[in-house]
């Protein structure tokens, strides 16, 4: 790298301690280009600022144009007009503290919009509601600085006290909100404040580098409406600050939303959206081919693989962290042992499983949450391969050569009953004996408590989770000791603390250090087996471009249109 | 009518116990699996699903007498939306097939009945019964496979897109109709069948042939006359049946009728939509046969005189 | 009030019996000799399969193959393969035993107890007679798909509580046509003597009346385990039946169902073509048996 360090100093000055190890790490090339802007961008380095040190460095010229949608196919869309999507039946009403759903949480960024955005095909936090954000120097305060002249669907205009009031509420215990799944032990409402009328400022329970992260439209639903809102009954206004107002929702049939003319982010193309909510897969992907929507949001490829293999549509694909966790409890024999637990994951040939479910749609998994797409995973840690010798030669090790019977509960979602169908197989080729019990999610969830859920309780679990943009939720709930979802009851004191330091670690390369070592660990130890991560995917007509979805099944349309 | 009332007491006793036994709690199938333990606790305070049984059932019963169906834990509305939109489509799928089917199927008996023992009695009867016996949905994999795919001339989705025209509605559901309508062709067209032949051997018409009216008038003027009402008045017993088809087959074609809400509701535990729904399915059923066993009453002396021993 | 149509037929039953030509009754028995054939070789060659259809199979009906999965029939796989590379062939053999095993166990369950039922509210009358049946009353009008659904959706799906849903919701319906015969009965002679014997009612309702309302009974088992077919596998489709990954027709077809859209079709339309096969058999042995019995 050439560098002009004059221009490297004068960028660098009055940029926060924290900003400048993002900056450090990547002159000292631990952290690539991509990884920078990335950082960069979470730490609230501002996009002009970056490119600036990207050129400094040189040849900077390419970076900053990465992949846009993936959806764009060639021509720009033109504005006017209505666009159908079809969508899932929202399993719940739609209120923001409470939706929980990949229907719900569609319909919430319709018209509610968030302090960042988590930009699903650059792997960006970029500005929203907030045009800038800063941290003091180990990352336990936040400082957010809002967009000017935001105005609410109802006239009014955005100020902090709107921001502060929706942070307070869903970072309130008593309000029993899902984004307390981030917010517990992060953020409470004491914690958010407005120095003035533009800016919030956040001070954390614990400090970390990825605040903006966890508060991005990543955390669907943290949109931000006007002070006082009822939550309750928001689903008769969806008030927000979004490209889209509604006209009209009617729960279990659909959601129609007409163009904001006053929307800071500039023109909205499409006049209209029309949401269709369909109960399953087929009827989408009927209504696709019949013409009658154009857009299916999140499907996957178990039946619709007449529109994959069609060149008519055009598929949106988003690479994700969502996976499905096998858990063997680690405190109920013969599965306390870690050989018998090797044992099975070595029974897997999951090449040929991922491309039996997913087709080229999903990347392998090595038995850790850490998945490819994020920067922090060690890539050196091998991958484990299906061995049946190994695996009998590990039975036979742990006394368990005559094999044993064992149950696998699991729930009826997307492939995972098909899943479960082929883990039994595999399993019968080292003599385990897997029962199945594929249950409905309420079954099988159960109270969701210890003693009262199939899933925390089964000797084996076969569960979803869903894409997040950082690991901490799958490192934290499953995996440690104290965690609430501990399917595998696994509890090791060197992985608590290995845990601990990788969530305060605020650098980038330490993250992949001890990232490493719990790779590493949670191999060896084989609490979970994690087969596969797969793709988000979305269907589009051929014609339509613009569509910007996420992983989770977020679906942006302000700059979608027929080409 | 007093007799109709206590059966549908009981029958409410009966689903609000049924409704308990279901797993799960109804707080945790609200919030989802990931919420936090003292939330779900709080909400089933709210919902009051932790008041003893006797007074849950008292406010529901309470409730329902004053035409509150009360309010569904899933969407947290009141439920009497839900079930008019779900009965009203319900009674649209049930239409399309009661027109596709009664006319065909009464045809199709009267004419076995008129060729008694030959092979088109004998064709009629085995195709009657097939259709009587085949359970909907394979019937339906059926007809998906080859009008919906091979031929691909009917679409597989019972749901129109929104604001379609009336032709467009029906034409979305001639396909889940017509495996409701093969079960009740089976048994129409039996029971046509047999009151044809009653007819045709009874008194009034040997009268009626001795005294040399040709064989099509005497068809026309007294055998259809006399075996077509009963065999209408039966086909209205058969409004229950068709709803508990319904179950089937809209859930296979992703109709979102009364069926599908009664399923959805009893896999979500969404407990009072399910209960609200049971009950309706149970009125409508009382009700269709109340309506049949008033006009049996009412036709049964001139069917009893076809067919005295 | 009975949920499902063929077994109501107050005019069909009326009718019948009243229009007994000779003519026609020899007719039909000729055609019911040859319809209880041709459905006792369908059922008989399903029972076969139920027994031995693990075996029998070119491949094992578990047996996975995950590089030729949707694959179409041919020459290795007759009706193709499913979503796992299974041989659908195999599968449809094989999944003759689940149906069969518990549309007889929740027949045999529910005439028993329908039979016990008929006999005490009909030979009891009373209050007995009248809680009990306004109690079936409010069970039947509800449509018996219906009541299973509630039944398991509140004790947890698996074969035993499918079995014991068709067997108890059968019960009633069973019961109601021996109450029918038992009424008649127990007004003749040899109730009347037995009664002045001083011979107690249990025995009076199992030893007297019981084997002289043996043909009803007969009948309603025979047309009940078409019913029970029916149910069982309508059940199963939606899912309150058997588990994965054991064969099973209405299970099968529920799973893959959904990809008839991508054009795999026989993936279901082969279990489906059992069912068919199946039920009607079953419905041709039972409308000779009723032709027969009702004599």
């Known amino acids: 790298m050439d560098r002009n360090s004059e221009k490297l100093d004068q960028l660098r000055t009055g940029r926060s301690e924290l900003e400048n190890h993002v900056i450090d790490e990547f002159l000292t090339g631990h952290i690539s280009r991509r990884e920078f802007l990335r950082r960069g961008s979470i730490v609230g380095i501002s996009i002009p600022v970056l490119s600036g040190i990207l050129a400094a460095c040189g040849g900077a010229n390419s970076s900053s144009s990465s992949s846009s949608s993936s959806s764009t196919a060639g021509s720009a869309p033109k504005a006017g007009g209505t666009l159908r999507i079809a969508g899932v039946v929202p399993a719940a009403a739609i209120n923001p503290l409470t939706v929980a759903d990949e229907g719900g949480l569609t319909m919430l960024c ?86 003035d009328d533009h800016t919030v400022e956040f001070k954390l329970e614990a400090p970390t580098g990825n605040f903006p992260w966890l508060i991005s439209s990543d955390n669907y639903n943290m949109i931000i409406v006007p002070d006082g809102t009822d939550f309750s009954t928001w689903e008769k206004t969806f008030i927000g600050t979004g490209p889209f107002i509604l006209t009209k929702y009617t729960a279990k049939v659909g959601a129609t939303f007409h163009k904001n003319p006053n929307w800071w982010g500039g023109q909205v193309l499409p006049d209209t959206l ?37 060149p008519d549509y055009n598929i949106l694909v988003n690479h994700s962290s969502q996976h499905r966790q096998l858990s063997m409890r680690c405190d109920k024999a013969p599965f306390t042992d870690k050989r018998v637990r090797q044992a099975m994951a070595l029974t897997l040939n999951r090449p040929e499983i991922i491309k039996a479910l997913f087709q080229q749609y999903g990347q392998l998994g090595n038995d850790s949450p850490f998945a490819p797409i994020f920067p ?49 197989q595999a399993g019968a080729q080292i003599g385990i004996n897997i029962n199945l019990h594929v249950e409905s999610q309420t079954a099988y969830y159960g109270k969701a408590t210890y003693g009262n859920s199939d899933w925390l309780d089964g000797a084996m679990s076969l569960v979803d989770y869903g894409h997040r943009g950082v690991p901490n939720v799958f490192l934290n709930a499953p995996l440690t000791s104290a965690g609430t979802w501990n399917a595998a009851h696994f509890k090791n004191p060197t992985y608590d603390s290995l845990y601990k330091q990788y969530v305060a670690a605020v650098d980038l390369s330490t993250q992949r250090q001890l990232a490493g070592k719990i790779q590493r660990l949670l191999l ?9 991560f797969f793709d988000g995917l979305s269907a589009t007509k051929k014609a339509v471009s613009g569509a910007v979805t996420t992983a989770m099944g977020q679906i942006f349309l302000s700059g979608a249109g027929t080409v | 009518m007093g007799l109709a009332l206590i059966t549908l007491w009981i029958l409410s006793v009966i689903v609000f116990l049924a409704g308990q036994l279901l797993p799960g709690d109804p707080g945790r199938a609200i919030l989802g699996p990931l919420a936090e333990q003292r939330a779900v606790t709080t909400l089933d305070h709210q919902l009051g699903v932790d008041k003893p049984l006797i007074t849950q059932y008292w406010n529901w019963l309470t409730g329902i007498l004053h035409g509150d169906l009360g309010t569904s834990y899933t969407y947290q509305q009141p439920i009497r939306p839900f079930i008019t939109t779900a009965l009203w489509n319900s009674l649209k799928l049930a239409a399309v097939a009661f027109l596709m089917c009664v006319p065909l199927a009464i045809l199709a008996g009267v004419l076995a009945a008129l060729n008694v023992g030959s092979w088109k009695d004998r064709s009629i009867s085995v195709v009657g019964l097939s259709a009587l016996a085949l359970p909907e949905f394979v019937s339906g994999v059926f007809l998906a496979i080859i009008f919906g795919i091979w031929l691909n001339v009917l679409p597989l989705d019972a749901t129109p897109p929104p604001g379609a025209s009336p032709a467009t509605v029906v034409y979305h559901l001639i396909l889940p109709a017509i495996p409701l309508t093969l ?127 | 009030m009975n949920a499902l149509p063929a077994a109501e037929a107050p005019a069909a039953g009326a009718i019948d019996a009243g229009a007994g030509q000779a003519r026609r009754e020899l007719l039909r028995e000729l055609l019911h000799s040859k319809t209880f054939a041709v459905g006792g070789v369908i059922v008989a060659f399903w029972c076969f399969c139920a027994i031995f259809g693990y075996h029998i199979g070119p491949y094992g009906p578990f047996d996975q193959d995950l590089n030729s999965v949707n ?136 030893a007297e009346l019981l084997p002289n309302v043996m043909a009803p009974v007969m009948v309603e088992f025979t047309v009940r385990l078409g ?34 859209t991508a054009g795999y079709w026989w993936e279901v339309l082969f279990p489906a073509a059992a069912i068919a096969t199946l039920v009607i058999g079953i419905n041709l042995v039972a409308d000779a048996v009723e032709g027969v019995l009702d004599r």
Do not use: C
């Open chain 2, 183 to 309: 079960v009740l062709f089976g048994y129409i067209m039996r029971m046509a069948r047999a009151g044809t032949v009653a007819a045709l051997e009874a008194d009034y018409t040997r009268t009626a042939v001795l005294k040399g009216l040709p064989r099509s008038t005497v068809v026309r003027r007294h055998v259809l006359r006399n075996s077509l009402l009963p065999t209408i008045t039966v086909v209205a017993t058969q409004v229950g049946y068709l709803i508990g088809g319904l179950v089937v087959v809209e859930n296979m074609f992703h109709y979102q009728g009364i069926g599908a809400l009664v399923f959805t509701a009893a896999n979500s535990k969404d407990f009072p939509m399910l209960e609200a729904g049971v009950l309706t399915i149970g009125v409508v059923y009382l009700l269709a046969t109340l309506v049949a066993d008033i006009s049996y009453t009412l036709l049964n002396p001139r069917l009893r005189l076809g067919g005295a021993e």
């Open chain 3, 71 to 206: 694959a179409a029939p041919s020459s290795a796989h007759w009706f193709g393969t499913d979503q796992l590379g299974r041989d659908v062939f195999s599968r449809v053999i094989a999944g003759a035993r689940t149906v069969l095993v518990v549309s007889l166990v929740a027949t045999l369950l529910g005439t028993v107890l329908g039979t016990i039922l008929g006999l005490v509210t009909g030979y009891l009358r009373g209050w007995v007679d009248e809680t009990i049946s306004r109690f079936i009353d409010a069970v039947l009008s509800l449509p018996l798909i219906v009541t299973a659904i509630l039944v398991i959706a509140a004790l947890g799906p698996s074969n035993v509580t499918l079995t014991i849903t068709i067997g108890l919701i059968f019960a009633p319906l069973i019961g109601r046509t021996v109450r029918t015969a038992v009424i008649q009965e127990r007004e003749l002679d040899y109730v009347t003597a037995a009664r002045l014997r001083g011979e107690n009612g249990v025995y009076i309702m199992f």
């Open chain 1, 110 to 195: 319709q018209t509610g919009e968030f302090l960042v955005f988590d930009d699903p095909t650059t792997f960006l936090v970029k500005p929203m509601l907030a045009t800038s954000w800063k941290a003091n120097g180990d990352g336990s305060v936040w400082t957010f600085t809002l967009r000017p002249n935001v105005k609410f669907s109802n006239g009014q205009t955005m100020t902090s006290k709107d921001v502060v009031y929706s942070f307070k509420q869903q970072s309130d215990p008593k309000n029993a909100s899902n984004a307390l799944s981030v917010f517990t032990g992060l953020l409470t409402p004491s914690g958010v404040s407005a120095p």
């Open chain 1, 524 to 532: 060896d130890e084989t609490p979970l087996i994690i087969a596969y």
């Open chain 1, 376 to 424: 922090s995973t060690d890539k050196s840690v091998p991958q484990r391969h299906e061995d049946i010798a190994m695996a009998k030669q590990l039975m036979s090790d742990a006394g368990q050569s005559g094999g044993f019977s064992t149950d696998l509960y699991t729930e009826v979602y997307q492939e995972i009953p098909q899943y479960a169908q082929i883990i039994k």
């Open chain 1, 274 to 310: 029309q949401h269709i909510f369909y109960p399953t897969q087929q009827p989408q992907i009927l209504a696709l081919q019949s013409g009658s929507v154009d857009i299916v949001n999140l499907i996957v490829l178990q039946g619709a693989q007449a529109i994959f293999n069609n």
């Open chain 3, 227 to 260: 019913y029970a077919i029916f149910t069982a596998a309508t059940l199963s489709f939606l899912n309150f039946g058997i588990q994965l990954p054991t064969p099973d027709w209405g299970l099968d077809i529920s799973q893959n169902f959904s990809e008839i």
